[in-house]
């Protein structure tokens, strides 16, 4: 195998603006995401960390998203599951174990909130509340600071399909519509809010939501990397050009339990999972890259091992890295010099 796909083939990512290289740097962080989940998974049985939430099943959508945006001047708010999302915007592996080892060194929040509560200014990650959805209104606020600043930048934001029934979802889409603000807003519908299965949430599409809003919705596999790709690209094309915002709502399954502290199976069969198992986006994605000519078993082999090096460095460095000390607790509380506990 090689790394250049024939000139003469009808290759899809290079249609829509996709280089050779940058179809694989896809590939790399959706598996850099699941080595990841995989990896926390086992350090919280080891009783190493307390918590994990998994994205397991939804790196894909996460991923090809995040290529289809601006990651030098666009602005993120993902949710709790986002680790495709925030590695492909230039989050690290070692940021992200400082967050589940709740070390001083955390970007995210200094140790201080669940790991999955996301934010970086060196990244535009806005920081991400523990309430579900509150982040909707927030990126239309920042799509409205845009607007008023003249900035050709848009906000993007995800949440899940339960969330999407919450108020905070549907006032963000009332005023983003509106006022045509460039927001992109990407529901990750998992199946399950929860323990509370589809059928139970919603009586429709998610994606429907938006034609009350006046703006476009539109629904996707979201195991097809290539499909998410274009309509996240196209949707920010238009936010750009002041045609407002997009709705996108893209389609999964959660193949882990919620968290760490789920019993999955009181609520779901193992065989619906194993069904599901079997629509994994990442392997789908890796066939095509196959077929393109850009992938093999080597490469494979080479990423796999890598990625275990790097992951051990991550996690030995997040183990030893001190905890906060007691006293910062007091950090940006008041307004003055953090250095000294945020008296002013």
């Given amino acids: 195998m090689t790394q250049s796909a024939s000139a003469g083939q009808h290759v899809r990512h290079l249609e829509l603006g996709l280089s050779n290289e940058q179809a694989i740097e896809m590939y790399k962080v959706m598996v850099t995401a699941r080595k990841f989940d995989e990896r926390m998974l086992l350090l919280q049985r080891a009783g190493k960390i307390n918590f994990h939430v998994s994205g397991v099943g939804q790196e ?21 599951r986002d680790y495709g999302f925030v590695l492909a915007v230039g989050m690290t592996l070692r940021e992200l174990l400082l ?19 996301f934010g970086s200014k060196r990244l535009r990650i806005v920081t991400g509340s523990s309430p579900v959805t509150t982040q909707v209104p927030h990126a239309v606020g920042v799509a409205l600071g845009a607007r008023m600043r003249n900035k050709p930048l848009v906000s993007f934001v995800t949440f899940g399909e339960g969330s999407s029934n919450q108020g905070d979802f549907h006032e963000g889409c009332n005023f983003a519509g509106v006022h045509k603000l460039p927001v992109i807003l990407m529901c990750e519908n998992n199946q399950y809010a929860i323990s509370v299965p589809l059928h139970k949430q919603l009586a ?25 790709f274009r309509l996240v690209k196209e949707a920010r094309e238009r936010a750009i050009a002041g045609e407002g915002p997009t709705l996108i ?42 077929e393109c000519g850009l992938w093999s078993d ?27 000390t007691p006293e910062s607790v007091l950090q940006h509380v008041y307004y003055g010099d953090a250095e000294q506990g945020g008296q002013g």
């Fill in 204 to 228: 429709g599409k998610v994606s429907d939501r938006a034609l009350g809003y006046g703006f476009p919705g539109y629904q996707v596999d979201g195991n097809d990397a290539l499909e998410v």
């Fill in 99 to 117: 967050s589940v080892f709740a070390k001083a060194e955390d970007p995210n929040s200094g140790g201080r909130q669940m790991p999955g509560h």
């Fill in 60 to 80: 894909v959508a996460q991923v090809a998203a995040a290529f289809a945006l601006d990651r030098d001047t666009d602005y993120f708010l993902p949710y709790y």
């Fill in 249 to 290: 709502e893209a389609l999964m399954y959660r193949l882990s339990p919620h968290s760490t502290s789920d019993n999955d199976l009181a609520y779901r069969t193992k065989e619906e999972v194993d069904f599901n198992r079997d629509k994994d986006g990442i392997p789908r994605y890796r066939q095509y890259l196959t």
């Fill in 298 to 324: 080597e490469l494979e082999a080479e990423l796999l091992l890598s990625l275990r090096k790097e992951l051990d460095d991550a996690t030995a460095y997040g183990d030893r890295a001190p905890f906060p």
